[in-house]
T-cell receptor, first 115, second 114 residues
Framework: AQSVTQPDIHITVSEGASLELRCNYS??????LFWYVQSPGQGLQLLLK??????LVQGIKGFEAEFKRSQSSFNLRKPSVHWSDAAEYFC?????????????FGTGTRLLVSP | DVKVTQSSRYLVKRTGEKVFLECVQD?????MFWYRQDPGLGLRLIYF???????EKGDIPEGYSVSREKKERFSLILESASTNQTSMYLC?????????????FGPGTRLTVL
């Protein structure tokens, strides 16, 4: 069965500093991987996704993520954090081979941005 | 842009009431999903539907049912609401393709059961 681990519940980063949010997955085949962001009181917005090809994926709002098969990881990065990036971030893994699309989400990482 | 709307942002109900949460998508997507979101637990799948009148149980279907009479609309029903169903409920939709594709989410309904 698929599973996703986001080991950091909270992270605080100074505005302008770099950011890395960790995500590890467990899945027997090649996974589909996603990062979503949720601002307070809002639904989830897709930041980026990896299906195949280049393992470094660019997303919206200046985010990128790198798929590392050997480490079963899909960490999210941003070189310079803005105060508006404060939100909760969810990593998700999808099953590639099944007919119906199911995602398994991690428990989320809440990002706090300090001035 | 894909738009997924949910009928209420906030809802307060009493224990034992029957509760309907409505979700509508405007992109002709085949798949629709209901999740609940709780602190420290992330998103957990309650039910999903891959076609009109078709549904599959997710990971936590107990206490819930769903209805999909039209392609664009997916309803979550709490037959007899209980306090442990107080949560944020998120609806999502996606296109079919025989592979996992992007799910688009609505803004969520925060349900409180007293």
């Amino acid at each position: 069965a698929q599973s996703v681990t986001q080991p950091d519940i909270h992270i605080t980063v100074s505005e302008g500093a770099s950011l890395e949010l960790r995500c590890n997955y467990s899945y027997g085949a090649t996974p589909y991987l996603f990062w979503y962001v949720q601002s307070p009181g809002q639904g989830l917005q897709l930041l980026l996704k990896y299906f195949s090809g280049d393992t470094l994926v660019q997303g919206i709002k200046g985010f990128e993520a790198e798929f590392k098969r050997s480490q079963s990881s899909f960490n999210l990065r941003k070189p310079s954090v803005h105060w508006s990036d404060a939100a909760e971030y969810f990593c998700a893994v999808g099953a590639k081979a099944v007919s119906f699309q199911k995602l398994v989400f991690g428990t989320g990482t809440r990002l706090l941005v300090s001035p | 842009d894909v738009k997924v709307t949910q009928s209420s942002r906030y809802l307060v109900k009493r224990t034992g009431e029957k509760v309907f949460l409505e979700c509508v998508q405007d992109m002709d997507h085949e798949n629709m999903f209901w999740y609940r979101q709780d602190p420290g637990l992330g998103l957990r799948l309650i039910y999903f539907s891959y076609d009109v009148k078709m549904k599959e149980k997710g990971d936590i279907p107990e206490g819930y049912s769903v209805s999909r009479e039209k392609k664009e609309r997916f309803s979550l029903i709490l037959e007899s609401a209980s306090t442990n169903q107080t949560s944020m409920y998120l609806c999502a939709s996606s296109n079919v393709g025989g592979r996992t594709d992007t799910q688009y989410f609505g803004p969520g309904t925060r349900l409180t059961v007293l």
